[in-house]
C-alpha cells in the first residue's frame, strides 16, 4: 500500500493522517539500522526518526558513533548490537563480514513491539517481525554492491578474477537470494528518491512512495557573496568518483578546488592532485558548512542514491555541478531546464565531462543564483520529512490491518 492509498481509507482515518500525528503518539518502536559506523546521511536518517519516535529503542550490527554524537543526537536512546560489534579491532573490517549480516540481523528480537521502522541500505528490512506486527523500510538503496554496482566493486576491489574473486561473487549470489527472500517482508516500502524508487521496482517488483531524506535548513548557513573555489565533500571512496573532480581541476589550473572528507582514497588522491587543489581532511560540522557555503559551487561525480551533502549544498546557497544519474536528478534544477536554475548536471562518469560542465558553469553563474538554491532546498526541509513518515505509520498500520484481514 502506497500513501497514494490513504485516499481509500474511512473518513475518520484520513483525518488522522492529515491531521500532524506524530511517530511518538505510537507506543513501542523499534529502529533497525544496519550499522553505524559514522555520522553521515543515513545516520542522520536515523537521528530524525529517533526524534519522532520518541525514545525507541535502535537496534544495529555495529555502532562506533563518538559519545558526543550520541549526547547530541541520541540521548536516552537505547542502542542494541550485534555479538560482532564485540569482536577485537572490528571497526577496521566490519564491511567484510557483510556475509554474516542476513545471519546476524535476523537474531534481533524485536517481536515484542508495537511497530517497527527498518532503516536499510542492505540489511535492515530482514528483521524478523510477528505477522500482525506493521513494518515500515525506508529504503536508502537496495544492497549496492550485490546488484547493479557489483561489477564495478569487484574492479575495485582487485577480485574480478581468481578463487578469490570467484569466491566473492558466490557470497554476492547468496546474499541477492536473501536479499529478494526478505523483499516482502516490509508492509510499505519508502524511497529516498525516484532513482532508488527504480530500482526497488526492477529489483524487487515492488513500489515505493518517494520520501526524501531530512534537511536541518536551520543550521546551514546561507551565503548570496560566494569566494573563488570550489568543493567538492563526501566520505572518499573509489564509489564517489572524487578522482575524475580532482584530474579534472588538474586540467582546469586556474580554478581553485577544495576536497573534503576523509576515506581510504585519500592518499591516492593527494599523489594525483595538482597544486591548485587543496584537501582539508575531516572538518567540524560548523567548518564544513562554512566552507560548503563560501564555494562558487559543489562538484560531485559520484552516483548518489539521494545525495544529501549535495541538498545541503542548496540549503547554504551554494549551486551544484553533478553527474546526472541518482538523487542528483532528484536535486537539482538544471541550467537551461528549470525557470530558476540551481546548477548543471552533466551525462557522463569522465574527466572530459567535469571539466565541461565547469568551463560552463563559469560561462552562465550568472544565471544561478544562490536565493533559487536556498529555495530549492525547502523541498528537503525535516518538518516535511516529519509529516511525510508520520502519514506512512498511518498508511502501514492499514496495510498491515488489511492484510491480516485476508484483503491482500
Keep these: 500500500m502506497s500513501i497514494g492509498a490513504l485516499h481509500s481509507l474511512t473518513p475518520l482515518e484520513r483525518g488522522y493522517a492529515h491531521a500532524p500525528m506524530p511517530v511518538q503518539e505510537l507506543e513501542k518502536v523499534a529502529i533497525v539500522h544496519d550499522w553505524c559506523p559514522s555520522f553521515r546521511g543515513g545516520e542522520r536518517v536515523l537521528a530524525r526518526l529517533c526524534r519522532n519516535a520518541k525514545n525507541p529503542d535502535v537496534f544495529t550490527l555495529f555502532d562506533f558513533l563518538p559519545q558526543d554524537v550520541k549526547d547530541d543526537f541520541f540521548s536516552s536512546i537505547s542502542f542494541t548490537t550485534s555479538v560482532a560489534n564485540g569482536l577485537p579491532w572490528v571497526e577496521r573490517y566490519y564491511r567484510s563480514l557483510f556475509f554474516l549480516c542476513p545471519l546476524l540481523i535476523e537474531q534481533f528480537d524485536v517481536t515484542a513491539y508495537d511497530t517497527v521502522i527498518s532503516s536499510s541500505a542492505a540489511f535492515a528490512r530482514g528483521v524478523l517481525t510477528r505477522p500482525d506486527q506493521p513494518h515500515l523500510c525506508y529504503v536508502h538503496s537496495p544492497i549496492r554492491y550485490a546488484w547493479d554496482e557489483q561489477f564495478s566493486y569487484l574492479e575495485q576491489a582487485k577480485m574480478k578474477y581468481g578463487p578469490k574473486g570467484l569466491l566473492f561473487r558466490y557470497m554476492l549470489h547468496k546474499l541477492r537470494t536473501w536479499d529478494c527472500r526478505t523483499a516482502n517482508g516490509p508492509d510499505l516500502m519508502l524511497a529516498n528518491s525516484s532513482y532508488v524508487r527504480a530500482r526497488i521496482r526492477r529489483i524487487y517488483g515492488r513500489d515505493a512512495q518517494v520520501v526524501y531524506p531530512p534537511v536541518e535548513l536551520s543550521e546551514l548557513e546561507y551565503a548570496s557573496q560566494k569566494d573563488d573555489y570550489y568543493v567538492t565533500a563526501s566520505f572518499l571512496a573509489p564509489y564517489k568518483r572524487t578522482d575524475l573532480v580532482v584530474r579534472a581541476f588538474n586540467a582546469l589550473p ?38 560548503v557555503a563560501l564555494a562558487k559551487a559543489f562538484v560531485f561525480a559520484g552516483c548518489e542514491d539521494f545525495g544529501i551533502a549535495l541538498a545541503e549544498a542548496q540549503a547554504c546557497g551554494t549551486p551544484l555541478i553533478a553527474f546526472g544519474r541518482g538523487g542528483a536528478r532528484d536535486i537539482v534544477r538544471p541550467l537551461r531546464e528549470a525557470e530558476w536554475p540551481t546548477g548543471i548536471l552533466f551525462g557522463q562518469q569522465t574527466v572530459d565531462a567535469v571539466v565541461a560542465a565547469v568551463e560552463h558553469f563559469e560561462q552562465h553563474s550568472d544565471a544561478i543564483s544562490p536565493a533559487a538554491c536556498r529555495a530549492n532546498a525547502a523541498r528537503f526541509s525535516a518538518e516535511r520529512f516529519d509529516r511525510e513518515i508520520a502519514e506512512a505509520m498511518v498508511a502501514v498500520r492499514a496495510a498491515c490491518k488489511k492484510r491480516l484481514d485476508g484483503d491482500v
Design 254 to 291: 586556474s580554478q581553485k578546488l577544495l576536497v573534503v572528507g576523509e576515506g581510504q582514497q585519500l592518499a591516492d588522491l593527494r599523489k594525483i592532485a595538482g597544486p591548485n587543489v587543496r584537501f582539508t581532511g575531516y572538518l567540524p560540522r560548523r567548518d564544513y558548512i562554512r566552507a
